[in-house]
């Protein structure tokens, strides 16, 4: 059964749902970076977003299937992450590591800009429930020691 890992290295950014200062859901999205146990987003505080995160940090990390390369639009392949969020320090050996694999992952003169921009901040998602499907009757638990493996539904009844 594949990793969290292997399963997200085909995306380049996730839908992120946060909390609204008037309640609502919130959704957008970002480039990431995963390292095997949390999402990484680096993002500026004039985003809506980042400015749910800091009054509220919790958010939902959501991947899906493109709907172009679907078999099935009412199976779309997906996986959802309810993580806790925190801040990491500019000034922080983790920051500095994290950086330098999105400079790979990505266009690197364009993530040194934005580095560049003191409004950009980098947070780390830390899933503590998941979720993925991968068509009808193809449906996990994502769990494991490090919240990154792929676990069988039990004592469930499928589709009736």
Do not use: W
């Not at 609204?20 to 919130?26: A, R, V």
């Not at 009054?55 to 299937?65: D, L």
């Not at 980098?122 to 503590?128: G, H, M, T």
Request: charged share 20%; net charge negative.
């Amino acid at each position: 059964m594949p990793t969290l890992t292997e399963l997200l290295a085909e995306y380049q950014s996730v839908v992120l749902g946060t909390q609204g200062s008037n309640g609502y859901p919130f959704s957008s999205y970002a480039p990431f970076y995963y390292d095997g146990e949390q999402v990484y987003i680096f993002i500026s505080d004039m985003a809506t977003h980042a400015q749910n995160i800091q009054t509220t940090p919790r958010a939902s990390a959501f991947f899906i299937e493109d709907e172009s390369r679907s078999e099935n639009i009412f199976a779309r392949k997906r996986i959802s992450l309810q993580c806790d969020v925190t801040s990491l320090s500019r000034e922080s050996e983790r920051f500095d590591t994290v950086m330098k694999h999105f400079q790979y992952k990505f266009d690197a003169t364009m993530v040194t800009m934005l580095m560049g921009m003191k409004d950009f901040n980098l947070y780390a998602l830390k899933p503590i429930y998941g979720e993925a499907t991968f068509g009808f009757g193809k449906a996990y638990h994502i769990g494991g020691e490090k919240m990154n493996a792929l676990v069988a539904r039990t004592g469930e009844s499928g589709h009736k």
